[in-house]
């Protein structure tokens, strides 16, 4: 990321919130390992929620899936707990007027233009301890700008982020973030009479496949015992 987007993104973590500071290398403060949602679909599967100190990926395959209805839950649910959150929009498309009102002042928002400079704002805002939920927006980028992403770009953030208790949540359309710890895939279909729906009820009815890295590691292990 060129130096002036740096200096700038580091000057809107400050002037967002007052006292933020960057912590590198601060070991996590937290004895809990998840996050949880309150979302029983996610939560029980992963036993607990979200992994900490890991990246989980929402593959969100189509419109009408539910991601940004997921998205604004997670905001909401975060906002609850007074927890700052920022969120990487990978191609500024974030329409903010369908956000509570009161979640805003708790949201660092990042306007990115691609992809690339999406995951150049996570490499930096990812080294800060203060944010507590961090969430990459690519599920309406091209795809060809997706292809372009390498496979060492996730193992990276993963370094970063597995030195602190943070949550980063990437949303995609479809799987590709090869470290993901825990991957959320999205079933559902909801057709447009569910904008006129309350988000509870859709909520309640979010069809998501889970799939946990640590089973299969644990699997691995007991195999090679």
């Known amino acids: 990321m060129p130096a ?3 200096i700038r993104l580091r000057t809107l973590l400050s002037d967002k919130f007052s006292g933020l500071r960057l912590h590198l290398g601060k070991p996590p403060t ?3 390992k998840f996050w949880p949602t309150g979302l029983p679909a996610i939560d029980e599967p992963l036993q607990g929620g979200l992994p900490k100190g890991a990246l989980s990926e929402i593959v969100n395959p189509g419109k009408s899936c539910g991601g940004t209805t997921l998205l604004h839950e997670l905001l909401r649910r975060a906002a609850q707990e007074n927890q700052i959150v920022a969120l990487i929009d990978g191609n500024d ?3 903010v007027t369908q956000i509570e009102e009161s979640l805003l002042p708790r949201l660092l928002w990042v306007r990115a233009h691609s992809a690339r400079e999406a995951l150049q704002a996570a490499d930096f805002i990812l080294r800060d301890s203060n944010l507590s939920l961090v969430l990459l927006d690519l599920k309406i980028n091209s795809e060809p700008e997706l292809r372009k992403i ?3 770009a996730w193992y990276r953030l993963q370094r970063i982020v597995e030195e602190s208790a943070l949550v980063c949540v990437v949303f995609t359309r479809r799987g590709m973030v090869a470290s993901a710890q825990a991957r959320i895939t999205l079933h559902s ?3 447009l009479g569910a904008l006129e729906r309350d988000a509870e009820d859709l909520l309640r009815e979010l069809k998501c496949e889970i799939s946990d890295a640590r ?6 292990s007991q195999n090679v015992a």
């Open 4 to 6: 002036a987007n740096v």
């Open 30 to 32: 937290t004895k809990n």
């Open 93 to 95: 498309s974030l329409d």
């Open 150 to 152: 390498p496979a060492t």
């Open 189 to 191: 279909r909801f057709n």
């Open 215 to 220: 089973h299969y590691q644990e699997s691995v």
